[in-house]
T-cell receptor
Framework: KAGVTQTPRYLIKTRGQQVTLSCSPI?????VSWYQQTPGQGLQFLFE???????NKGNFPGRFSGRQFSNSRSEMNVSTLELGDSALYLC????????????FGPGTRLTVL | DQQVKQNSPSLSVQEGRISILNCDYT??????FLWYKKYPAEGPTFLIS?????DKNEDGRFTVFLNKSAKHLSLHIVPSQPGDSAVYFC?????????????FGTGTRLTVIP
C-alpha cells in the first residue's frame, strides 16, 4: 500500500506570495489533517478534512486554508506569506480521523524569504 | 503557550539499557495521549497511546505511564536498541477538541549508543 505523499517536497517563496501544498492520502483514507512544524513551537495542528468537509480547526489565522477533493486528496493554501510561515508542513491521513490511526507524509519544507 | 512540554531536548542511552522520555502537560481536559517516533526526512510514526482511564499501557519494548495528578507521562523503552535512535514526540488531545486536534511537545532526540 502506498503511503501518504506530499508535493512539492521543498518550496521557496517570498513574503507576500501565496502557496499551495498538496497531500495524497493512503487509498481508502477519508480523513486528512495538516500540521505545521517549527523549531520553536513544535508540531501544531492546522485543520482536518473528512469527506470534503472541514471537521476540525486549530488556532491559525485565516491566511491558512484548505480543501479536500472527492478522491480525498487535500490541498493547503497559505496566502500573503510571512517569514514566520517558514516551516515543515505535514499532512496525515487516517481511515476515520482517530489520531492513533494516522499516517504522516514526509512533509513539505517551505522557506519564505 | 505550550500545553505539552518535553523539557529534555536530547537523551543518550547505552544499548540494552532503559530509555525514559518524559512529557508534561498543562490542560486538564486532555484525555488521550500518544507518542510518535520521527526519523530524519520522514513524517512521525505512531508508537503507542494511552487513555486517561488507564495509568499504563504496554506494547512490546515500549511502555507508557500516565500520572494524571501530576499531569505527567513517560515512555519507557526496554531494552534500548540503536534503531530506536530518533526524535520522540508526545502528543495530547481532548474529547472536547477533536480526535486529531493534537497538541505536540517539541520532541526529545534519543541516541542509543551501541
Amino acid at each position: 500500500k502506498a503511503g501518504v505523499t506530499q508535493t512539492p517536497r521543498y518550496l521557496i517563496k517570498t513574503r507576500g506570495q501565496q502557496v499551495t501544498l498538496s497531500c495524497s492520502p493512503i487509498s481508502g483514507h477519508r480523513s486528512v489533517s495538516w500540521y505545521q512544524q517549527t523549531p520553536g513551537q513544535g508540531l501544531q495542528f492546522l485543520f482536518e478534512y473528512f469527506s470534503e468537509t472541514q471537521r476540525n480547526k486549530g488556532n491559525f489565522p485565516g491566511r491558512f486554508s484548505g480543501r479536500q477533493f472527492s478522491n480525498s486528496r487535500s490541498e493547503m493554501n497559505v496566502s500573503t506569506l510571512e517569514l514566520g510561515d517558514s516551516a515543515l508542513y505535514l499532512c496525515a491521513s487516517s481511515p476515520s480521523g482517530y489520531a492513533d490511526t494516522q499516517y504522516f507524509g514526509p512533509g513539505t519544507r517551505l522557506t519564505v524569504l | 503557550d505550550q500545553q505539552v512540554k518535553q523539557n529534555s531536548p536530547s537523551l543518550s542511552v547505552q544499548e540494552g539499557r532503559i530509555s525514559i522520555l518524559n512529557c508534561d502537560y498543562t490542560n486538564s481536559m486532555f484525555d488521550y495521549f500518544l507518542w510518535y517516533k520521527k526519523y530524519p526526512a520522514e513524517g512521525p510514526t505512531f508508537l503507542i497511546s494511552i487513555s486517561s482511564i488507564k495509568d499504563k499501557n504496554e506494547d512490546g519494548r515500549f511502555t507508557v505511564f500516565l500520572n494524571k495528578s501530576a499531569k505527567h507521562l513517560s515512555l519507557h523503552i526496554v531494552p534500548s536498541q540503536p534503531g530506536d535512535s530518533a526524535v520522540y514526540f508526545c502528543a495530547a488531545s481532548g474529547s472536547n477538541s477533536g480526535a486529531n486536534n493534537l497538541f505536540f511537545g517539541t520532541g526529545t532526540r534519543l541516541t542509543v549508543i551501541p
